[in-house]
């Protein structure tokens, strides 16, 4: 399993598209906390924090491709094959995607920290807490992907239903604006910002300052939604994986 | 040329996938039929109009389209028809404009299907348009139509041209979701909610741009320009993608 791992974080060290990502974020970030892009109106009048927090959400975008295109090699070339011949069992593979996955976070999450103090961004005191929820909730996204990879071993259609989680994301966010703003009442509402901060897309919003109070329901009750979510997709990703046949 | 889109179209209406999208525009209408439904009888205690739930497929649209026509377009890579075209004697500019034709129809279809049920739920279920007239139904069809034509043909010359490669995957998919992001936010700046518009100069020019000319835009806010504003956005995209596409196509390695 630590072989494993350790081969998975060679590799993602070396992916192209994870070092774009990197470099991305890093520039991007600067660019848009310090604000040497020129940006006016809403984004110009922020504070320098609160830019480097509402560009946080570009991470979920690029594990949107990352994710899928990285696992799905696993089935593409037949290397779970090898690593099966090897002795390792489909679990173990599993786990040492999604760690390597959490540890890709942790350093992109890390360069665009250190992009968003150099830009300006000083508020340690909301920063390290609202980062420390994002990447929570970035790895029950990341839970999420990876169970559809899992499951789904065509690589067209592994895409497909990353972006339609994506999609389904979105539009659940913007609908659950409207329905907790207008709709719903009382327990069922209670429920609805349970429902609303499942996503990394909905706690992500909450804590850009956009969205209305109540839709956060506080940090630690975020903490506990993405580690449930977090828990239920790696059980239902690691169900009965060892007994699967791989053609 | 023609024996070769005979069989691409024909490969098209029998694949899985083609019907699995019909499926899901159903259900999806329905879907949002029943919701809008129970918040008419159950919150809002008021009968339904059809705009409400006439022009939900738009919505979706843009992402279905490409969803589908990569899927069924990435099949001529992974299963090797199109090297078996090439070695049957098929040149690869008849290939590609095949292919294309088969992902604007596949628009076309999806956005006719859309339709019929869309109608059908407006005229049994509700109480009639409100806002709309019958020429502007029709009108806001047609556009739908013709962005869901645009954007199949967009998306097959994308993965035409990226075929074989990672990016063919999701660059379709995730230009479509971008977009779409895009459009909202540039919608709420042109048309504000509370206010009026506070866009001027160059900046003013790109968001109308986006607003008029690019298809995808389309399915966000029912048409608000002339019609042949629509066609050009539309014939644009889909010759600026098929071109391109050809000079990349035609060049391009086959594996």
């Known amino acids: 399993m630590t072989n494993l791992y350790k081969a998975d974080m060679k590799r993602i060290f070396k992916n192209p598209i994870f070092i774009g990502g990197c470099i991305i974020a ?9 604000n040497c892009i020129g940006l006016t109106g809403r984004f110009g009048n922020m504070e320098p924090d609160r830019r480097m927090f509402f560009i946080s959400i570009a991470m979920m975008g690029f594990f949107t491709i990352f994710v899928p295109l990285y696992s799905n090699m696993e089935y593409r070339y037949g290397v779970i094959r090898n690593k099966i011949t090897a002795g390792f069992t489909q679990k173990q593979v599993y786990f040492s995607h999604l760690l390597s996955h959490f540890t890709a976070l942790a350093v992109m999450m890390g360069l665009y920290l250190v992009a968003g103090i150099l830009g300006g961004a000083r508020d340690f005191g909301k920063m390290i807490p609202s980062n420390l929820i994002l990447f929570l909730a970035l790895c029950g996204y990341i839970s999420a992907l990876m169970l559809i990879t899992t ?78 979510v977090i828990l239920v997709m790696v059980f239902l990703a690691t169900v009965g994986l060892d007994k699967r046949d791989l053609k | 040329m023609f024996r070769n889109l005979y069989a691409d179209t024909r490969n098209i209406i029998l694949c899985r996938a083609f019907r699995i999208a019909l499926g899901v525009i159903a259900v999806y209408q329905i879907f949002n039929f029943i919701i809008f439904k129970a918040l008419y009888v159950f919150f809002l205690k008021t009968a339904m109009d059809a705009d409400t739930v006439a022009f939900t ?9 490409t969803a589908a026509t990569l899927f069924i377009s990435d099949r001529e890579f992974s299963n090797g028809c199109i090297r078996n075209k090439m070695i049957s004697g ?166």
Request: charged fraction near 10%; hydrophobic fraction near 55%.
């Open chain 1, 26 to 34: 890093l520039i991007a970030t600067f660019a848009f906390t310090s």
């Open chain 1, 151 to 228: 499951r789904v071993l065509k690589i067209v259609l592994v895409s497909i239903f990353a972006f339609f989680l994506l999609n389904v994301i979105y539009m659940g966010t913007m609908i659950g604006n409207a329905l907790l703003s207008f709709v719903l009442k009382g327990a069922a509402k209670q429920v609805g910002v349970i429902v609303y901060n499942m996503s990394v897309f909905g706690q992500w919003f909450s804590r850009t300052g956009m969205a209305d109070d109540y839709v956060n329901p506080g940090s630690l009750a975020q903490v506990v939604v993405s580690s449930a």
């Open chain 2, 57 to 65: 497929f738009p919505s979706i649209a843009a992402f279905l389209v």
């Open chain 2, 90 to 255: 098929v040149k690869r500019t008849d290939a590609f404009l095949s292919a294309v034709f088969g992902g604007m129809l596949q628009g076309a279809i999806y956005s006719f299907f859309a339709f019929c049920i869309s109608t059908i739920m407006s005229l049994a279920f509700t109480v009639g348009f409100m806002d709309y007239s019958i020429p502007e139904f029709a009108n806001y069809w047609l556009v739908t139509t013709m962005a869901c034509m645009a954007i199949g043909a967009f998306s097959t010359s994308m993965v035409m041209s990226f075929g074989g490669s990672k990016l063919s995957y999701v660059i379709g998919l995730l230009l479509a979701f971008v977009l779409k992001v895009t459009d909202t936010f540039v919608l709420d700046k042109l048309y504000p909610e509370k206010g009026y518009c506070q866009l001027t100069g160059t900046k003013l020019m790109v968001y109308r741009f986006i607003d008029r000319f690019i298809p995808y835009s389309y399915l966000m806010e029912r048409p608000h320009y002339d019609f042949a504003s629509y066609v050009i956005g539309c014939g644009g995209l889909v010759i600026i993608s098929t071109v391109v596409g050809l000079i990349i196509f035609n060049n391009k390695e086959l594996h």
